[in-house]
């Protein structure tokens, strides 16, 4: 909090000697930001083979507590910072949109890997989504597979510094519509997303239309 203390010397704002050893000026943001940097609450879940380098990351080596990260909550209603730690499947997608929507505002989510920042090795894979980014927002990639826990602690560090460039007045959890549920995907013999149902039944109406036509030209040959 040093930089803090530097108004204390802004010749805008005198402050009697007597008392500048007691009083402190900030903003409301400066406050705001630095309280809820430094306890983000991570959402205790792995996916893959990233978790073992993110439970590294909260084991005494790494020590994430130093960040006022040591409460790992099993409750995403606790939690706000989902970290998507490996592969993520189609079939565990459905959950990580759902824990995603239990989330109380301010909530963050960090793509730990290749894996979840893009499908990584498994990209062309029949059971693999090519990146969480297309169902719920990321704030904070880490690149690598897997990646160091060295870099993990960046990506916190770097999710503080988007942080602490919120405003209190813009941040959008407190405006009107703003915090809606992301529609949760559907596991069927493939993924739907719900978002693009519409697409999807007019593409399945354009096709039927075009087997049809299709049919009735191959019919009239055969008569003709
Ligand atoms: S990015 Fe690499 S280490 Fe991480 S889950 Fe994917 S394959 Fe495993």
Redesign the pocket.
Known sequence: MTDQFDSLNNPDYPIPDELKSNVAITTLDRLYNWSRARSVWPLMFG?????I?MIAVAAARYDQARFGMEVVRPSPRQADLMIV???VTKKMLPQIVRLYNQMPEPRYVLA?????SGG???KEGYNVVDGIDKFVPVDVYVP????TPQALLHGFLALHAKIERQSVRTVPWYREGKGEAVPIPILGPDLIDPRQAALIRAQAAAGAEAVAENAASQEEQTNG
């Open positions: 996916l893959a083979c990233c978790a380098e730690s490996g592969t730990m890997g290749a894996c979840a990584g090795p498994f690598g597979c897997p990646p």
